[in-house]
T-cell receptor, first 115, second 117 residues
Framework: KAGVTQTPRYLIKTRGQQVTLSCSPISGHRSVSWYQQTPGQGLQFLFEYFSETQRNKGNFPGRFSGRQFSNSRSEMNVSTLELGDSALYLC??????????????FGPGTRLLVL | AQKITQTQPGMFVQEKEAVTLDCTYDTSDPSYGLFWYKQPSSGEMIFLIYQGSYDQQNATEGRYSLNFQKARKSANLVISASQLGDSAMYFCAMREGGYSSASKIIFGSGTRLSIRP
């Protein structure tokens, strides 16, 4: 079974631009979560999508948005990029129905550098 | 509110020795799950092991075992016979909630483990 895939793997943007990251979950998984990882803030939860609906949301500004398609693939968008948005963005997929037993499986991440 | 604490920012261990990575948690929910992930320098988070709050026995997966002490709210990861490939960041994580709930996972700050040859 194929794992979680994320595209692109690396990205360089300039301040003010916007970016879209993509995540394809493991086949059969209906939940996709996004995380931002930086050396200073660690791993921070952005949002979770399940069946095309945002189910959980972290504490990030509205510049960060996402969506999920009917095939469970998800995209994350960051508008008006700031230098502080430079980070590793990780996507994780899970079945979406198992409560606290639910294990998330992560993709390789997208490294975003904002200049 | 749920909270995960990893107090060891970094550790050095000799190859073939066993190593224990500490994790304490705080939650008022009786239903929760604890997870450990490994993150090599490549960046991908690799799931290692899971322990449920109602599990009577400590979880084991190959060389990984979880020392679950519920009363002390600790969930330490034990790696037996460490190998050079075990050098990585290790994250402890927790998810609250019953079977059909949709709570999010929270992560600790991580421990960087370095294995010496």
């Amino acid at each position: 079974k194929a794992g979680v895939t994320q595209t692109p793997r690396y990205l360089i943007k300039t301040r003010g631009q916007q970016v879209t990251l993509s995540c394809s979950p493991i086949s059969g998984h209906r939940s996709v979560s996004w995380y931002q990882q930086t050396p200073g803030q660690g791993l921070q939860f952005l949002f979770e999508y399940f069946s095309e609906t945002q189910r959980n949301k972290g504490n990030f500004p509205g510049r960060f948005s996402g969506r999920q398609f009917s095939n469970s693939r998800s995209e994350m968008n960051v508008s008006t990029l700031e230098l502080g948005d430079s980070a590793l963005y990780l996507c994780a997929s899970s079945l979406g129905v198992a409560g606290h037993q639910e294990t998330q499986y992560f993709g390789p991440g997208t490294r975003l550098l904002v200049l | 509110a749920q909270k995960i604490t990893q107090t060891q920012p970094g550790m050095f261990v000799q190859e073939k020795e066993a190593v224990t990575l500490d994790c304490t948690y705080d939650t008022s929910d009786p239903s929760y799950g604890l997870f450990w992930y490994k993150q090599p320098s490549s960046g991908e988070m690799i799931f290692l092991i899971y322990q449920g709050s109602y599990d009577q026995q400590n979880a084991t997966e190959g060389r990984y075992s979880l020392n679950f002490q519920k009363a002390r709210k600790s969930a330490n990861l034990v790696i037996s016979a460490s190998q050079l490939g075990d050098s990585a960041m290790y994250f402890c994580a927790m998810r609250e909630g019953g079977y059909s709930s949709a709570s999010k996972i929270i992560f600790g700050s991580g421990t960087r483990l370095s294995i010496r040859p």
